[in-house]
């Protein structure tokens, strides 16, 4: 008989407006996959230790300036130039927690009001990247957001900006999103986004496929 192909792992991807708790959430989720066996790794994006995302991070610390829409496409560039290794950790086995993919691209982007650069071309370079298995969404007011510790120094971080990201998300919401209330304590929003997780990789051990965006 054939060797019965080993499992792929799933892309679970986390998103929201800053501050929602997206990094304490993913980091502890890898950390309780990884406590219960599952091969499980933490990818973030913008990847700011590649050549482009260097470029990005000076972006984002206002030490460089970039039209807005040749950032867009080198926030997109820096998902496309990790889009192989992503697919080939996937099929290796290993679970992706993601912290921010094209979603957070496109809503970002968006929420600047550039004449032009609308919600149809900032999705555009993001057709044929991978699409996630699972969208955790952690849900928050920016009121809420702003609330914790304030938003830092970078690029985007008022809530003004933000009240559009949020706006643009939920414009971009799919009906299979797991939508999660971010307000509650740290180990209540754990275990959901801990059961959205289980139910992703019993998908794709029963063989469902990776899918691209945005089909
Ligand atoms: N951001 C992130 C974008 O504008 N476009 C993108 O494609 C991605 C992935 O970068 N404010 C913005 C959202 C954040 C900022 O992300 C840096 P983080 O997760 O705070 O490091």
Not at 53 to 81: C, P, T, V
Request: aromatic content about 8%.
């Amino acid at each position: 008989a054939v060797p019965k192909a080993a499992a792929r792992g799933a892309f679970i991807l986390f998103e929201g407006v800053d501050r929602c708790g997206k990094t304490t959430q993913s980091t502890k989720l890898v950390e309780s996959l990884k406590a219960a066996g599952v091969n499980a790794e933490l990818w973030r994006y913008p990847d700011r230790t590649t050549e482009m995302g260097k470029m990005i991070n000076a972006y984002l610390q206002s030490s460089l300036d970039m039209d807005d829409g040749a950032i867009h496409l080198l926030f997109s560039a820096n998902r496309w130039e990790k889009r192989a290794a992503m697919e080939k950790a996937l099929g290796d086995g290993v679970t992706l927690v993601v912290d921010r993919y094209s979603y957070s691209g496109v809503a970002f982007t968006a929420a600047k009001e550039v004449p032009g650069l609308d919600l149809e071309w900032c999705k555009a370079p993001e057709r044929g990247l991978l699409r996630p298995d699972a969208v955790l969404y952690l849900d928050m007011p920016v009121d809420a957001a702003k609330t914790r510790g304030g938003f830092g120094e970078e690029r985007y971080e008022t809530g003004e900006l933000q009240e559009r990201v949020r706006t643009h998300f939920r414009v971009l919401r799919e009906d299979w999103w797991t939508i999660i209330d971010a307000s509650g304590t740290i180990d209540d929003v754990h275990s959901k986004c801990a059961a959205a997780a289980d139910e992703a990789i019993q998908r794709c051990r029963e063989g469902a496929e990776l899918a691209r965006l945005w089909d």
